[in-house]
């Protein structure tokens, strides 16, 4: 059973762009929500995390958007960058023990 | 100085052969993970270890058997390897899974396992 569920799978934006990835969770019990950035051949890294108790969270061009009613959370990237091309995943945990990772979106970003 | 570190970085074997994938944090955190990445990049947990104590076992396979000697070390064991086993494995580590605040998993570079 799917505990996060993301999508798109892929998305390609234009640079200078808005890329939005969509994430729904279903146990409330979750209090910890990052987004990890992977690079082929590379293993994730942390990109930017929210907690349940925050609507929003800017870290320069990476935006977490919380909606805590609806069980979602999105990714924005702004002015999107063609480095900015890797699969992103988002992930919920409990007390940051045991991380649910959704099935990631590849992101292509086209000078 | 790599933080976390796993070799071999790639592995190639026959099916029915035992093989090791090592992995090393130098961070000092107390808790260490392993997770397998499919060919659809899907990531899932497979164990996980605090201070050399198993704390997550999720329904995988006895043929995989992790071995925590000291809290820097996570290695993982695979019996009778299979085709399905066929994977990018990757390390983690995390201060401490008790930690109630933001508890950041650093992932190592990944050991992609090609059984043939």
């Known amino acids: 059973q799917q505990q996060v569920k993301q999508s798109p799978q892929s998305l390609i934006v234009q640079k200078g762009g808005i890329s939005i990835i969509n994430c729904a969770y279903e146990?409330?019990?979750?209090?910890?929500f990052p987004w990890y950035q992977q690079f082929p051949g590379k293993g994730p890294a942390l990109l930017i995390a929210?907690?349940?108790?925050?609507s929003e969270k800017k870290e320069g061009r990476f935006t977490i958007s919380f909606n805590k009613s609806a069980k979602q959370f999105s990714l924005h990237i702004m002015d999107s960058q063609p480095g900015d091309s890797a699969t992103y995943f988002c992930a919920a945990s409990l007390t940051g023990n045991q991380f649910y990772f959704g099935t990631g979106t590849s992101l292509t970003v086209i000078p | 100085d790599t933080a976390v570190s796993q070799t071999p970085k790639y592995l190639v074997t026959q099916m029915g052969n035992d093989k090791s994938i090592k992995c090393e944090q130098n961070?000092?955190?107390?808790?260490m993970y392993w997770y397998k990445q499919d060919s659809k990049k899907f990531l899932k947990i497979m164990f996980s270890y605090n201070n050399k104590e198993l704390i997550i076992n999720e329904t995988v396979p006895n043929r995989f058997s992790p071995k925590s000697p000291d809290k820097a070390h996570l290695n993982l064991h695979i019996n009778s390897l299979e085709l399905g086993d066929s994977a990018v494995y990757f390390c983690?580590?995390?201060?401490?899974?008790?930690?109630?605040?933001?508890?950041?998993?650093?992932f190592g570079p990944g050991t992609r396992l090609t059984v043939l």
């Open positions: 961070l000092g955190h107390d808790t």
């Open positions: 146990n409330t019990a979750f209090d910890y």
């Open positions: 929210i907690r349940p108790d925050v």
């Open positions: 983690a580590s995390s201060q401490s899974y008790r930690r109630t605040s933001y508890n950041e998993q650093f």
